[in-house]
Nanobody, 126 residues
Framework: QWQLVESGGGLVQPGGSLRLSCAAS????????IGWFRQAPGKEREGVVC????????NYADSVKGRFTISRDNAKNTVYLQMNSLKPEDTAVYYC???????????????????WGQGTQVTVSS
């Protein structure tokens, strides 16, 4: 049984930064597609950014381009989401998801992922 565990969420002021972590146990992530998704109250879960595999292509939602960056540390078996210039509309529960077969073309689709973390709350407010 493998798991993904997110951490790093919290309360931050507009314009601030946070770095979320998605740590894996029971699998080596470097050949797995990893997606970051978020869900605000009353809204659908949406894709934020995804990476098809380590060294593979990445896709970003238009709303976060230039502000968010996905990265991997294979030695730590962890994927990060660096979030800069945060806005109140970025407030949501953030989830990471993993799948061994997903290509870049579809990695922003939540239905392709077989494993999800429990989520971490990000609140952007003054």
């Amino acid at each position: 049984q493998w798991q993904l565990v997110e951490s790093g969420g919290g309360l931050v002021q507009p314009g601030g930064s946070l770095r979320l972590s998605c740590a894996a146990s029971g699998r080596t992530l470097d050949n797995y597609a990893i997606g970051w998704f978020r869900q605000a109250p009353g809204k659908e879960r949406e894709g934020v950014v995804c990476s098809s595999k380590s060294g593979g292509g990445t896709n970003y939602a238009d709303s976060v381009k230039g502000r968010f960056t996905i990265s991997r540390d294979n030695a730590k078996n962890t994927v990060y989401l660096q979030m800069n210039s945060l806005k109140p509309e970025d407030t949501a529960v953030y989830y990471c998801a993993g799948d061994p077969h997903t290509a870049q073309a579809v990695c922003m689709l939540k239905n392709v992922y077989i494993k999800w973390g429990q989520g971490t709350q990000v609140t952007v407010s003054s």
